[in-house]
């Protein structure tokens, strides 16, 4: 995101699980190793009520955890196409 003209962010994190509570216990997890690490707490959090599509702004990086068929619906990276992108596979 960094070479975008009006970007909000350096980053985007985008990930997807197949149920809520996976969404919930990927955003808790990210929040557990962020202050483990680095002692910052998001500065903005939304949609943990639900948990079909968690943010958790940190300024700097943007954290999205969708469920599934949300992350199919908003197709976020199609909005932001002109950013790198690094793809990870799934490591069980």
């Known amino acids: 995101m960094r070479n975008i003209d009006g970007n909000i962010c350096d980053f985007f994190v985008v990930c997807q699980?197949?149920?809520?509570?996976?969404v919930q216990a990927i955003a808790d997890a990210?929040?557990?190793?962020?202050?483990?690490?680095t002692h910052q707490w998001p500065y903005h959090k939304e949609?943990?009520?639900n948990a079909e599509w968690i943010l958790l702004?940190?300024?700097?990086?943007v954290v999205?955890?969708?469920?599934?068929?949300?992350r199919d619906f908003f197709k976020l990276e199609k909005l932001w196409a002109d950013a790198e992108r690094t793809d990870y596979a799934d490591e069980l």
């Open 57 to 61: 702004d940190y300024v700097d990086v």
């Open 64 to 70: 999205h955890v969708f469920l599934d068929e949300k």
């Open 30 to 37: 990210v929040e557990d190793y962020v202050w483990e690490n």
């Open 47 to 49: 949609g943990k009520d």
């Open 17 to 22: 699980a197949d149920n809520n509570r996976q």
